[in-house]
């Protein structure tokens, strides 16, 4: 946990929640950020990153504009170009990490002319021009907002995130790109969090917690649709000092500024150990699931 207070503001980041059903189960995708990371080092995290300034610019090549993508991510205050900015960094960063190509019409053919052209230096607007491909906004489903606290968070900058749930297309096969990350696997939430639980992998909040949402659910179709039929929630996370362990609660606990509940699952999570923990456990995160 970071303990000094940061001056910077929250610098807007898209990420992509991919998933696909498996023989267990709901799976979802994850890859391991690279050990020299600044953010997340060594950590499995969703596909996802930092808005760009050129993001707006490049939205032209989305199947959908700002106006009517605002609808669904359900923040009035956004500019129609920051909407598609948002939107359009999701897909970015999800092909850029993963080489997954969420556009209309392209499969695994057009994602591994466009993953190559890539790897050339061209921007995937400009790829995805001469391949008449546009982008498939409307396949991102907004799910949460994390904004990173002043103090307290996990890494020494701040991001206001947008998660999405996305349906990993039928045909490609998603990879890590060997720069950004080094590994990546499909997992069931509740494996993932049992691989966290014996130290096999690293987990971060915003993951640890969205897992723990996500174990709830049998399948995709049951996660996009609790998605859609709700606000995505903000998600601000509160950090105290409880008998001399830190502490990082969420809305709807009774030490948070917000008393609705955000997320299902534990309110609060334990740094203990060198990882974050809820009180009762890893029963707790499946508490009523």
Same mark, same amino acid.
């Given at each position: 946990?970071?303990?000094?207070?940061?001056?910077?503001?929250?610098?807007?980041?898209? #990420? &992509?929640?991919?998933?696909?059903?498996?023989?267990?189960?709901? %799976? &979802?995708?994850? =890859?391991?950020? +690279?050990?020299?990371? *600044?953010?997340?080092?060594?950590?499995? &995290?969703?596909?996802?990153?930092?808005?760009?300034?050129? *993001?707006?610019?490049?939205?032209?090549?989305?199947?959908?504009?700002?106006?009517?993508?605002? &609808?669904?991510?359900? %923040?009035?205050?956004?500019?129609? @170009?920051?909407?598609?900015?948002?939107?359009?960094?999701?897909? !970015?960063?999800?092909?850029? @990490? #993963?080489?997954?190509?969420?556009?209309?019409?392209?499969?695994?053919?057009?994602?591994?002319?466009?993953?190559?052209?890539?790897?050339?230096?061209?921007?995937? *607007?400009?790829?995805?021009?001469?391949?008449?491909?546009?982008?498939?906004?409307?396949?991102?489903?907004?799910?949460?907002?994390?904004?990173?606290? =002043?103090?307290?968070?996990?890494?020494?900058?701040?991001?206001?995130?947008?998660?999405?749930?996305?349906?990993?297309?039928?045909?490609?096969?998603?990879? +890590?790109?060997?720069?950004?990350?080094? %590994?990546?696997?499909?997992? #069931?939430?509740?494996?993932?969090?049992?691989?966290?639980?014996?130290?096999?992998? %690293?987990?971060?909040?915003?993951?640890?917690?969205?897992?723990?949402?996500?174990?709830? +659910?049998?399948?995709?179709?049951?996660?996009?649709?609790?998605?859609?039929?709700? #606000?995505?929630?903000?998600?601000?996370? @509160?950090?105290?000092?409880?008998?001399?362990?830190?502490?990082?609660?969420?809305?709807?606990?009774?030490?948070?500024? =917000? !008393?609705?509940?955000?997320?299902?699952?534990?309110?609060?999570?334990?740094?203990?150990?060198?990882?974050?923990?809820?009180?009762?456990?890893?029963?707790?995160?499946?508490?009523?699931?």
């Amino acid at each position: 946990m970071n303990l000094e207070a940061l001056d910077q503001p929250a610098r807007d980041s898209a #990420t &992509v929640v991919m998933l696909r059903d498996g023989a267990q189960g709901l %799976e &979802v995708f994850l =890859v391991k950020r +690279h050990g020299l990371s *600044d953010v997340l080092g060594g950590a499995y &995290v969703f596909p996802g990153g930092k808005v760009d300034a050129t *993001d707006a610019l490049a939205a032209r090549s989305l199947d959908a504009a700002g106006a009517e993508l605002r &609808v669904a991510l359900a %923040e009035p205050g956004l500019a129609d @170009e920051a909407v598609a900015a948002l939107y359009f960094a999701a897909l !970015r960063e999800l092909f850029e @990490e #993963t080489g997954v190509l969420l556009a209309q019409g392209a499969g695994a053919a057009e994602a591994e002319i466009a993953w190559r052209m890539m790897r050339e230096g061209r921007a995937l *607007d400009e790829v995805l021009a001469p391949m008449a491909l546009q982008l498939a906004a409307t396949r991102l489903q907004p799910w949460s907002r994390w904004i990173t606290p =002043v103090v307290g968070g996990v890494v020494r900058k701040r991001f206001d995130a947008r998660f999405f749930l996305a349906r990993a297309p039928e045909g490609q096969t998603p990879r +890590h790109d060997e720069h950004e990350a080094t %590994e990546s696997c499909w997992l #069931t939430p509740r494996e993932a969090l049992r691989q966290y639980w014996e130290g096999e992998i %690293e987990l971060a909040p915003p993951q640890i917690m969205s897992l723990a949402h996500l174990s709830r +659910h049998a399948g995709v179709d049951s996660a996009m649709a609790e998605a859609r039929a709700r #606000t995505p929630p903000l998600v601000e996370p @509160e950090p105290f000092e409880l008998q001399g362990v830190r502490v990082i609660c969420y809305p709807g606990d009774e030490r948070h500024s =917000v !008393r609705a509940r955000a997320l299902p699952g534990p309110t609060r999570l334990h740094w203990r150990g060198g990882r974050f923990e809820p009180e009762g456990g890893l029963a707790d995160l499946f508490a009523d699931a």
